[in-house]
C-alpha cells in the first residue's frame, strides 16, 4: 500500500514540475508566434496575432493553475464543511 | 490490531488522506493542461471537457472534506452513543477510540465471547445428559433405563449448540467484513473512486465506488452501532443463561467422569441424583438460553440484514449523487 502512495505522490511531483515548463514554454512560444504575426502580410497576420494570443493565453491559464492547485485543492475541502 | 486502528484513520495526516489530496492536485493539473491546450488548439470541446474536470476535481476536494467533517461528526455521535466503560478490554476501542467501526467490531467480539461461554455450557450439558439416558440398568430378568428421558433434553442443547455456532459464524462473517472495510475502504476503494472519479468515462464507477467507501466505512457501522450500544437486552439472558447452565452443570457434570464398570458409582449416580429435582433443573435453562439465542440472533443476522439495507439504498442514492456530470451547460443557459 505504501508503494502506491509513493507513486501517486512521485506522479504529483512530475505533473507539478512539468506544468510550469510547459506554462513557460506557452508563453515564450506565444509571444514568438505574435511576433512573427508583424513579418506576415496584413491579411494573415490576424490569424497570426489570434494564435499568439491564444498559446500565450493557454500559457497562462497552466501556470495559474498548476501553481494553485495545491492551494485551491486545500481550499476546496472546507467548501461543504 | 495495530493494522486496524491505523487503516481506519482518515485524519489530515493520515497516508490515505494525503494520497486523496495527492490525486485531486493530479486532477487539477490535468485540467490546467487541458484547459491550456484547448486555448492553443482553439478545441472548444477541449475546453469544456478541462472545465467539467476542473470543477469535479474541486467537487472531489470538497467531497475529502466532508468526509473528514463526517468522521468527526460519527465520532463525537458514537462518544455519546457508547459507555467506554463497556470496552475496556478492547485493543480496537482502545486504540481508535469512538470510531464507530471499533465500537462496532468490540460489540462483536464481546457477543462472541458471550456466545462462546454458552456454547460450552450447552455443549457439556448436551454431553453429560446423553451419557446419563444412555445408562442401561440390567437385572436377571428385567432391563431399565432410568433416566432414559433424558435424551429429548440432551438433544435440546445439542440443538442449541448448533444455532449458537451459526450465531458465531454470522458473527464471524460480520467481523470479517468490518476488518475488510477498515482496511481497505478509505486506503484503497476511496483513493480508486477519487481516481476514477476524475475522467468522464469512468466517473460512475468511481462515483460508486466511493459512495460505498462512505456507506461501509461511516454509515454501516454507525447504524450496526446504533443498533446494539447498550446492548442490556442480550446482557441478562447471558447472565442468567450462564447461571442457569452452571447450575444444572454442578448437578449433572460428574456424570461423564464415572467409571461405570464398579457398582459402588451406579449407586453414588443415583444417590446424588436422588431428590434434586433432576428435571426442573434440565428445564431451568431452557427459557434464559432461548432468550439468549434470541437475543443473540437479533444481533448477529437481523441487525446485520436491516443494517446492511439500509447501508445499501444509501450508496446507491450516494453512488448516483457522485457519479453525476457537473452540466456546465445547464449553468451556460441559466
Known amino acids: ?81 | 490490531m495495530e493494522a486496524i486502528a491505523s487503516a481506519i484513520d482518515f485524519s489530515p495526516s493520515s497516508p490515505a488522506y494525503l494520497m486523496a489530496l495527492n490525486l485531486i492536485v493530479i486532477g487539477l493539473v490535468l485540467s490546467a493542461f487541458a484547459l491550456g491546450i484547448s486555448r492553443v488548439l482553439g478545441s472548444r470541446k477541449l475546453w469544456s471537457w478541462g472545465v467539467e474536470e476542473l470543477a469535479q476535481s474541486l467537487i472531489n476536494a470538497a467531497l475529502v472534506g466532508a468526509i473528514v467533517g463526517f468522521g468527526t461528526l460519527a465520532a463525537t455521535t458514537m462518544g455519546s452513543l457508547a459507555d467506554s466503560s463497556d470496552f475496556s478490554n478492547c485493543a480496537h476501542f482502545e486504540k481508535a477510540q469512538n470510531s464507530p467501526i471499533a465500537y462496532s467490531l468490540c460489540s462483536i467480539e464481546d457477543l462472541q465471547q458471550k456466545s462462546w461461554d454458552i456454547l460450552d455450557g450447552a455443549n457439556e450439558q448436551a454431553f453429560s445428559l446423553g451419557v446419563l439416558s444412555s445408562i442401561e440398568l440390567s437385572f436377571s430378568v428385567v432391563r431399565a433405563s432410568p433416566f432414559s428421558s433424558l435424551s429429548n433434553s440432551a438433544q435440546n442443547y445439542s440443538q442449541w449448540a448448533q444455532n449458537i455456532s451459526f450465531i458465531l459464524s454470522a458473527l464471524e462473517i460480520n467481523r470479517q467484513f468490518l476488518f475488510f472495510i477498515a482496511q481497505s475502504a478509505f486506503s484503497l476503494f476511496l483513493p480508486i473512486g477519487l481516481l476514477l472519479r476524475m475522467f468522464f468515462a469512468t466517473r460512475k464507477l468511481g462515483g460508486a465506488l466511493m459512495a460505498g467507501a462512505i456507506g461501509f466505512f461511516m454509515v454501516y457501522p454507525l447504524l450496526y452501532s446504533a443498533f446494539v450500544s447498550g446492548n442490556s437486552s442480550i446482557s441478562e439472558p447471558y447472565k442468567q443463561a450462564f447461571s442457569d447452565l452452571d447450575l444444572l452443570s454442578q448437578t449433572v457434570s460428574f456424570a461423564p467422569a464415572i467409571d461405570w464398570g464398579k457398582e459402588p458409582n451406579m449407586s453414588l449416580v443415583f444417590s446424588s441424583l436422588q431428590g434434586k429435582q433432576l428435571m426442573e433443573k434440565v428445564s431451568i435453562p431452557y427459557k434464559s438460553v432461548s432468550e439468549f439465542i434470541g437475543a443473540a440472533s437479533a444481533y448477529a443476522i437481523l441487525y446485520t440484514i436491516i443494517c446492511f439495507l439500509l447501508t445499501l439504498v444509501c450508496v446507491k442514492e450516494l453512488s448516483s449523487l457522485l457519479g453525476s456530470e457537473f452540466r456546465l451547460d445547464l449553468f451556460e443557459k441559466v
Do not use: C, N
Open chain 1, 1 to 81: 500500500m505504501v508503494s502506491i502512495f509513493d507513486a501517486v505522490e512521485s506522479i504529483k511531483l512530475g505533473l507539478l514540475s512539468l506544468g510550469p515548463s510547459i506554462a513557460i514554454m506557452l508563453i515564450a512560444l506565444g509571444g514568438i508566434v505574435y511576433g512573427l504575426s508583424y513579418t506576415q502580410p496584413a491579411h494573415a497576420r490576424g490569424k497570426w496575432q489570434s494564435l499568439g494570443i491564444g498559446i500565450f493565453m493557454g500559457g497562462i491559464i497552466v501556470a495559474a493553475i498548476v501553481g494553485a492547485a495545491e492551494l485551491i485543492a486545500q481550499s476546496s475541502l472546507t467548501l461543504l464543511t
